[in-house]
């Protein structure tokens, strides 16, 4: 039985996403969607609501389940027994991101990352894209599975509601 494992922060799950993870799952017998802890980012959702988010957009495609990680993605790779990462290109940034951490996970691990061309109708949408439109009140729910936009809007208005309010005099000398 051939396990692939599509690894991400998924901070949010997006269209593009779910898109990969839909054609990853007509590659392989299974697929394992790894929802990573990321040290590198600051992520707008927790992780239980990540888990929860991506557990939905996928609920409906054969063959995938949905486990959170944490650490190298090589010692994932050998837990689960997979034969192959599969990671979504949208463009030429994505593969210059991309093929550096595909040789290191084959480096410590032995397995190879199989790239899926990111579908054209989809290739503008990004975690980080979609919650700088929500910052800014914009519409993203064309751009994320059902329930997502209210889960970053939400975190959003969290954010807002928890920032510390400061007085600062003219110029912000602070008097």
């Given at each position: 039985m051939s396990l692939a494992v599509c690894p991400g922060s998924f901070d949010p799950?997006?269209?593009?996403?779910?898109?990969?993870?839909?054609?990853?799952?007509?590659?392989?017998?299974?697929?394992?969607?790894?929802?990573?802890?990321?040290?590198a980012k600051s992520p707008l959702l927790t992780a239980d609501v990540r888990m929860r988010l991506v557990r939905d957009a996928v609920a409906g495609i054969p063959g995938v389940r949905v486990v959170a990680t944490d650490g190298l993605l090589a010692d994932f790779l050998r837990q689960v027994g997979a034969v192959a990462v599969v990671k979504?290109?949208?463009?030429?940034?994505?593969?210059?991101?991309?093929?550096?951490?595909?040789?290191?996970?084959?480096?410590?691990?032995?397995?190879?990352?199989?790239?899926?061309?990111?579908?054209?109708?989809?290739?503008?949408?990004?975690?980080?894209?979609?919650?700088d439109?929500?910052?800014?009140?914009?519409?993203?729910?064309?751009?994320?599975?059902?329930?997502?936009?209210?889960?970053?809007?939400?975190?959003?208005?969290?954010?807002v509601d928890a920032a510390p309010v400061t007085e600062a005099g003219p110029e912000g000398s602070g008097r």
């Open positions: 799950v997006t269209l593009g996403h779910v898109d990969v993870v839909r054609r990853a799952a007509g590659m392989f017998d299974e697929v394992v969607v790894a929802v990573a802890h990321n040290s979504g290109l949208r463009g030429a940034a994505d593969v210059d991101a991309e093929v550096a951490m595909a040789l290191m996970n084959r480096h410590l691990s032995g397995v190879e990352t199989v790239f899926v061309a990111g579908d054209s109708a989809l290739a503008h949408i990004a975690s980080s894209l979609v919650k439109v929500a910052r800014h009140g914009g519409p993203i729910d064309d751009l994320v599975p059902a329930g997502v936009g209210d889960a970053v809007r939400a975190a959003l208005r969290a954010r």
